[in-house]
């Protein structure tokens, strides 16, 4: 079969020589007193450079703006330095990655941040859990940003861009998405401020504007790109509201005037039904019609879905999360028609090798222990794979 996804694709000046992204995913294995990318870390990239883009896990753009433990940052010397190993062998093997700058405003503690508050556009407590020293804690009502730590956050974001080009990327991606820091600023139920960067709907997008503006000037918005998810209801303080499908709309057409490198969709993973929010077709198809530039979708995706979105021309590219994480050879595995490994949940965010750079490639290696659904079973990968949806329709 002739299949979407391993055709190739312009995107700016790189040339993808297939249409699947590794999605961006958080890990934890950067324990290290610096939070810098260790040699496991350029391992695992290394092993799924056969992606037509690999995007890192977030990493942290300063350490006001950190919400997890052993998250990598890219904001020092050390941590450069370490994402440097990581593009190098990256490249070496074939591929191309871009870093995925983040900063998670609210939804941070106390504890993560050396007893400060964490910043947000208002003093408003998400309600939420994170995860940090102390295991999962609840948060806390964070400071309001005066327009001075806004102008420091955006010189941070536009300093750990210039890091990830010193450290060899070939992109960078915003995380806009999943309620963090951008997400807190576009939502009314985060966003109180009646100064610039609050009230209306272009107010309440300047952030990212002025955020990518400060970019710019260390990297072409060419190889700039922006994650987004507007379905997101119920998690970090953020709820959709009548402004919501406006205001997407809205910045969309303004990424899309400043040609940034491509806007990355993620389909809801919560229920919308009833929410003021296109119902029925896909998140990608309606943002399509404000954006011009490539798409990349995100979200639940098998092979399958991946390739009927390439062909419907919802989406240009397809992320991958899950699957990556348990299929380091997943385009190997498409071109084949193959079954996938099984992702295993309890080693997503555990130190270590295991259930990291361990997940074997077709025909290889093995591992001792896997988990099926909830049963936990004492054999190999290779026995206990099943189809994934792609597989079966
Ligand atoms: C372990 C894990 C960590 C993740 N970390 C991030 C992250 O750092 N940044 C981000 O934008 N999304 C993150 N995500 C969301 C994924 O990028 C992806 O959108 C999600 O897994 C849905 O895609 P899938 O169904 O293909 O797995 C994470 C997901 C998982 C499973």
Same mark, same amino acid.
């Given at each position: 079969?002739n *299949?979407?996804l391993?055709?190739?694709?312009?995107?700016?000046?790189?040339?993808?020589?297939n249409?699947v992204?590794?999605?961006?995913?958080?890990?934890?294995?950067a324990?290290?007193?610096?939070?810098?990318p260790?040699?496991?870390?350029?391992?695992?990239?290394? *092993?799924?450079?056969?992606?037509?883009l690999?995007?890192?896990e977030?990493a942290f753009?300063?350490?006001?703006?950190v919400?997890?433990?052993?998250?990598?940052?890219i904001?020092s010397?050390?941590?450069?330095?370490?994402w440097?190993?990581?593009?190098?062998?990256?490249?070496?093997?074939?591929?191309?990655? %871009?870093?995925? @700058?983040?900063h998670?405003g609210?939804?941070?503690?106390?504890?993560?941040?050396?007893g400060? #508050?964490?910043?947000?556009?208002?003093?408003?407590?998400?309600r939420?859990?994170?995860?940090?020293p102390?295991?999962?804690?609840?948060?806390?009502?964070?400071?309001?940003?005066?327009?001075?730590?806004i102008?420091e956050?955006?010189a941070?974001?536009?300093?750990?861009?210039?890091?990830?080009?010193a450290a060899?990327?070939d992109?960078?991606? @915003?995380?806009?998405?999943n &309620?963090? #820091?951008?997400?807190q600023f576009?939502?009314?139920s !985060?966003?109180?401020?009646?100064d610039?960067?609050?009230g209306?709907?272009?107010?309440?997008? $300047?952030?990212?504007?002025?955020?990518?503006?400060a970019? &710019?000037a260390?990297?072409? #918005?060419?190889r700039?790109?922006?994650?987004?998810?507007?379905?997101?209801?119920?998690?970090?303080?953020?709820?959709?509201?009548?402004?919501t499908?406006?205001? %997407?709309e809205?910045?969309?057409?303004?990424?899309? *005037? !400043?040609?940034?490198?491509?806007?990355?969709?993620?389909?809801p %993973?919560?229920?919308?039904?009833?929410?003021?929010l296109?119902?029925g077709?896909?998140?990608?198809?309606?943002?399509r019609?404000? %954006?011009?530039?490539?798409?990349?979708?995100?979200?639940?995706?098998?092979?399958?879905?991946?390739?009927?979105?390439?062909?419907? &021309?919802?989406?240009d @590219?397809?992320?991958?999360?899950?699957?990556?994480?348990?299929?380091?050879?997943l385009?190997?595995r498409?071109?084949?028609?193959a079954?996938?490994?099984?992702?295993? $949940?309890?080693?997503?965010?555990?130190?270590?090798?295991?259930g990291?750079?361990?997940?074997?490639?077709r025909?290889?290696?093995?591992?001792?222990?896997?988990?099926?659904?909830?049963?936990r079973?004492?054999?190999?990968?290779?026995?206990?794979?099943?189809k994934?949806?792609?597989?079966?329709?």
């Amino acid at each position: 079969m002739n *299949q979407p996804l391993l055709q190739p694709f312009d995107l700016g000046e790189l040339r993808l020589p297939n249409r699947v992204c590794m999605a961006p995913m958080t890990r934890c294995r950067a324990d290290n007193p610096d939070t810098a990318p260790t040699e496991l870390m350029a391992e695992y990239y290394r *092993q799924r450079a056969s992606a037509g883009l690999l995007i890192t896990e977030g990493a942290f753009v300063s350490p006001r703006g950190v919400g997890y433990i052993n998250v990598p940052g890219i904001h020092s010397p050390e941590q450069t330095q370490g994402w440097r190993r990581v593009t190098q062998v990256v490249h070496e093997a074939g591929g191309r990655i %871009f870093c995925q @700058l983040w900063h998670v405003g609210a939804m941070s503690h106390p504890d993560l941040l050396g007893g400060r #508050l964490p910043l947000a556009p208002s003093a408003i407590d998400p309600r939420d859990k994170i995860f940090g020293p102390n295991g999962h804690t609840d948060t806390v009502t964070p400071q309001a940003m005066t327009e001075t730590d806004i102008r420091e956050t955006i010189a941070g974001f536009r300093d750990a861009a210039a890091n990830a080009v010193a450290a060899g990327f070939d992109g960078v991606e @915003l995380h806009a998405a999943n &309620g963090y #820091l951008f997400n807190q600023f576009f939502a009314r139920s !985060m966003n109180r401020r009646s100064d610039a960067f609050g009230g209306s709907i272009e107010n309440r997008t $300047r952030f990212l504007v002025d955020v990518l503006e400060a970019v &710019g000037a260390e990297i072409s #918005l060419g190889r700039v790109g922006v994650r987004i998810n507007p379905s997101v209801h119920g998690l970090s303080g953020i709820t959709v509201d009548d402004e919501t499908l406006p205001l %997407f709309e809205h910045l969309c057409s303004k990424l899309s *005037q !400043m040609g940034i490198a491509y806007l990355h969709v993620m389909e809801p %993973f919560n229920d919308i039904s009833g929410l003021p929010l296109p119902q029925g077709v896909s998140m990608c198809s309606h943002f399509r019609r404000f %954006f011009g530039g490539p798409i990349i979708s995100a979200t639940d995706h098998s092979r399958a879905s991946g390739n009927a979105a390439l062909a419907a &021309g919802d989406a240009d @590219l397809i992320a991958y999360g899950r699957a990556y994480i348990a299929n380091p050879d997943l385009v190997e595995r498409f071109a084949d028609e193959a079954d996938l490994n099984v992702p295993i $949940r309890e080693t997503f965010y555990t130190p270590g090798a295991r259930g990291y750079t361990d997940y074997p490639r077709r025909g290889e290696g093995t591992t001792p222990e896997t988990v099926v659904g909830d049963r936990r079973v004492s054999d190999r990968y290779g026995e206990t794979r099943r189809k994934m949806k792609s597989g079966e329709s």
